[in-house]
C-alpha cells in the first residue's frame, strides 16, 4: 500500500486507529471454542464490527504461532479475508524479526509475499544489513522499534550514547538506510512525551503507537506531540477493544470501543491546520 492510500483512508475515516488481533483462544468468548477455527472465527467477527472505524490491524505473530499450524492456518485465513474483503486496511504484521541479510530476505518473503502484509515490525539492533532486506519491497512498509511502552524500554532504549539517547541514535542512522522513505517507527504511547524530541528527528514519519487504552496512554498527549500535517500516527488498541466484553455481545461492544476511539480521534484531526 501506498503511503497516500493510508492517508486518503484516515481523513476519509477520520481515524487512525489500529485494531491489534492479539487473539488468545484463553481470552475468547467460550461459544467461539465449538467453532472448527476459533481464532479466525473471533477474528473474523471483530474485523465485520470495527472496520468502519479504523484504517489499520495489527495481528501479534506470537499469538499464532503459540498455536502451531493451526495457528498459522488461521493468520493465513485472516489475512485472506482482510485482503479480500477490506483491501483498503494497512495490515501490519507485528512480528519484531530482525536477522542478517539473508535470513532478513526470507522473513521479509514470508511476510510480504507469502502473507501479503502491507508492514512489518523490526527490531533494529542487528543495524543496516538486518533491515535493508525488508526495505527492498516497494509499496511494503519497514516499522522500526524505536522507543517501545513496555518498563524494560529503560534498560537500553533510553541510555546515553555518546551525548544522545540510544533511540535517538536508531532514528537518526535507520534514515540512512537505502529505501528508508518505506520506513516507520513504533514509539509507545506511554512515552508521549518523548514525541517532541522524536518529531525533530524524523518530522514527517508515520508512527505506530501502542499503548493507548489498556496500558494507560493518552490520545491527546499523543497528538498533542506526534501529529503532523499528514497525520502521521497509527494509534494503536488491542485488548481494550477485542476483550471488551467475553460475552456473546463481545463483537458489539468491540465496536463500541473503536468507536468512542475514533470520534476522539476526529476532535484530533479537526484541529491539525
Same mark, same amino acid.
Given at each position: ?25 484463553d481470552k ?43 495457528g ?12 479480500a ?28 509475499e ?24 516497494k509499496?511494503?512498509?519497514? !516499522?522500526?522499534? *524505536?522507543? /517501545?511502552? %513496555?518498563?524494560? #524500554?529503560?534498560?537500553?532504549?533510553? @541510555?546515553?550514547?555518546?551525548? +544522545? ?75 481494550? !477493544?477485542?476483550? *471488551?466484553? /467475553?460475552? %456473546?455481545?463481545? #463483537?458489539?461492544?468491540?465496536?463500541? @470501543?473503536?468507536?468512542?476511539i +475514533? ?11
Open positions: 500500500m501506498k503511503i497516500e492510500d493510508l492517508i486518503a483512508q484516515i481523513r476519509q475515516k477520520k481515524s487512525f486507529l489500529c485494531v491489534g488481533l492479539d487473539t488468545d483462544l475468547i468468548p467460550d461459544h467461539l471454542l465449538k467453532e472448527e477455527d476459533p481464532i479466525f472465527a473471533f477474528n473474523k467477527a471483530i474485523i465485520d464490527a470495527t472496520h468502519p472505524f479504523c484504517v489499520s490491524y495489527k495481528p501479534n505473530i506470537a499469538f499464532y504461532e503459540a498455536y502451531g499450524l493451526q498459522w492456518k488461521s493468520l493465513e485465513r485472516t489475512m485472506e479475508y482482510l485482503n474483503n477490506h483491501p483498503e486496511m494497512f495490515t501490519i504484521a507485528d512480528a519484531k524479526r530482525g536477522d542478517i541479510g539473508n535470513t532478513s530476505t526470507r522473513y521479509a518473503k514470508a511476510f510480504f507469502t502473507m501479503d502484509f502491507d508492514s512489518i515490525t523490526i527490531a533494529p539492533y542487528m543495524g543496516k544489513d538486518s533491515v535493508e532486506p525488508f526495505l527492498e519491497f509499496d511494503r512498509h519497514t !516499522i522500526l522499534l *524505536a522507543l /517501545t511502552s %513496555n518498563q524494560g #524500554a529503560f534498560d537500553f532504549q533510553t @541510555k546515553n550514547l555518546d551525548g +544522545q539517547e540510544l533511540y535517538k541514535e536508531v532514528l537518526s542512522v535507520s534514515k540512512t538506510y537505502k529505501g528508508s522513505q518505506r520506513l516507520m517507527y513504533v514509539v509507545g504511547a506511554t512515552k508521549a512525551s518523548y514525541l517532541e524530541d522524536i518529531r525533530k528527528i524524523v518530522p514527517e514519519s508515520f508512527l505506530l503507537v501502542p499503548g493507548v487504552g489498556a496500558q494507560g496512554g493518552s490520545l491527546q498527549e499523543v497528538c498533542k506531540y506526534g501529529i503532523t500535517k499528514n497525520v502521521g500516527l497509527l494509534v494503536n488498541s488491542s485488548r481494550g !477493544i477485542i476483550y *471488551a466484553s /467475553t460475552g %456473546n455481545d463481545f #463483537a458489539e461492544v468491540a465496536a463500541k @470501543k473503536a468507536y468512542k +475514533q470520534q476522539e480521534m476526529q476532535i484530533e484531526l479537526s484541529k491539525i491546520k
